[in-house]
């Protein structure tokens, strides 16, 4: 018989799992103040570089300009920007219910996997912009038209994932469980799923930008409010801080849908199936 473990020995092999992950914490602050502190020096580096040079404010605005532009224009940017983030999160919220069945699908049919599938591939080489204007047409001026451009740029990237995430499971997990007696439906949910995970969050957090960039063109083509709309403005009336400001605030936006699926990621699975361990993913515009 095999000897029970020591008191000692578990204390011992305690002690240096807690101690892995304090170094874990130290080095993942770390790495955020290393990132923190280049971010930060980028700003001065820019701001000096404006001042230095006397860069005119149309040309290159300096941090101070863009900041003062924001908050000179805060709720203006606020509303537009509350649109916009409804747009895309609803893009977003859409790309993920289709986009997941639509792979699981694609898996299971041989049929969806020699014609749909190239279909659409193949579907990504049409510009998002030349579609813009025919949802337009089809679905008016309101938000239907962002939330579908929004939609058609963000499943790819959540489609491909699921495919290439479920097809990765080992054969020998599968058949392991069919000779104990398993069903399909077991096997999917207890070893396919699981084994997909990482593949079908990284392809989330793609989307989650790319949502995004869609509600930004539905909004260059058509509409009264958002920020698209507002760059246009902006654009037209020559206020190059603001447009600027836009730019931040588009970037933050993108920041935050995809820092809320990193958090669903990080509360979901553990830590060995996080994407952000694996680096897979996979995505097009």
Same mark, same amino acid.
Not at 99 to 107: A, E, F, K, W, Y
Not at 172 to 193: D, T
């Given at each position: 018989?095999?000897?029970?473990?020591?008191?000692?020995?578990?204390?011992?092999?305690?002690?240096?799992?807690?101690?892995?992950?304090?170094?874990?914490?130290? /080095?993942?602050?770390?790495? /955020?103040?290393?990132?923190?502190?280049?971010?930060?020096?980028? =700003? %001065?580096?820019?701001?000096?570089?404006?001042?230095?040079?006397?860069?005119?404010?149309?040309?290159?605005?300096?941090?101070?300009?863009?900041?003062?532009?924001?908050?000179?224009?805060?709720?203006?940017?606020?509303?537009?920007?509350?649109?916009?983030?409804?747009?895309?999160?609803?893009?977003?919220?859409?790309?993920?219910?289709?986009?997941?069945?639509? /792979? %699981?699908?694609? =898996?299971?049919?041989?049929?969806?996997?020699?014609?749909?599938?190239?279909?659409?591939?193949?579907?990504?080489?049409?510009?998002?912009?030349?579609?813009?204007?025919?949802?337009?047409?089809?679905?008016?001026?309101?938000?239907?038209?962002? %939330?579908?451009?929004?939609?058609?740029?963000?499943?790819?990237?959540?489609?491909?994932?699921?495919?290439?995430?479920?097809?990765?499971?080992?054969?020998?997990?599968?058949?392991?469980?069919?000779?104990?007696?398993?069903?399909?439906?077991?096997?999917?949910? &207890?070893?396919?799923?699981?084994?997909?995970?990482?593949?079908?969050?990284? /392809?989330?957090?793609?989307?989650?930008?790319?949502?995004?960039?869609?509600?930004?063109?539905?909004?260059?083509?058509?509409?009264?409010?958002? @920020?698209?709309?507002?760059?246009?403005?902006?654009?037209?009336?020559?206020?190059?801080?603001?447009?600027?400001?836009?730019?931040? @605030?588009?970037? %933050?936006?993108?920041?935050? @849908?995809?820092?809320?699926?990193?958090?669903?990621?990080?509360?979901?699975?553990?830590?060995?199936? &996080?994407?952000?361990?694996?680096?897979?993913?996979?995505?097009? @515009?």
């Amino acid at each position: 018989m095999a000897q029970r473990q020591a008191p000692s020995d578990l204390t011992a092999a305690a002690s240096a799992r807690a101690g892995r992950r304090r170094l874990s914490i130290v /080095g993942q602050l770390w790495d /955020g103040l290393l990132i923190a502190g280049a971010f930060v020096g980028l =700003i %001065v580096l820019w701001q000096i570089a404006t001042t230095a040079f006397a860069i005119p404010s149309y040309i290159l605005p300096s941090p101070l300009e863009i900041i003062a532009a924001i908050a000179g224009d805060w709720l203006r940017l606020l509303q537009n920007a509350l649109v916009t983030f409804g747009e895309a999160a609803a893009g977003f919220a859409i790309s993920i219910v289709v986009g997941i069945p639509l /792979g %699981v699908l694609i =898996i299971y049919s041989k049929w969806l996997q020699r014609i749909l599938y190239p279909l659409l591939v193949a579907s990504q080489s049409i510009p998002k912009v030349a579609l813009a204007p025919i949802f337009v047409v089809w679905f008016g001026f309101g938000p239907l038209p962002k %939330v579908l451009i929004a939609f058609s740029i963000a499943f790819f990237a959540i489609v491909v994932n699921t495919v290439v995430g479920l097809s990765r499971t080992p054969p020998e997990m599968i058949h392991l469980m069919r000779s104990l007696g398993a069903r399909p439906m077991q096997i999917f949910f &207890r070893v396919r799923v699981p084994m997909a995970m990482p593949y079908i969050f990284a /392809g989330i957090k793609i989307s989650a930008a790319f949502s995004v960039v869609g509600a930004i063109v539905g909004e260059f083509i058509a509409a009264s409010s958002g @920020l698209g709309y507002l760059q246009l403005v902006a654009d037209n009336n020559f206020q190059i801080p603001l447009l600027f400001g836009i730019l931040v @605030l588009l970037s %933050v936006m993108g920041a935050v @849908l995809y820092y809320i699926v990193v958090l669903i990621e990080w509360i979901a699975l553990p830590p060995p199936l &996080r994407s952000t361990d694996t680096g897979q993913g996979h995505g097009t @515009l």
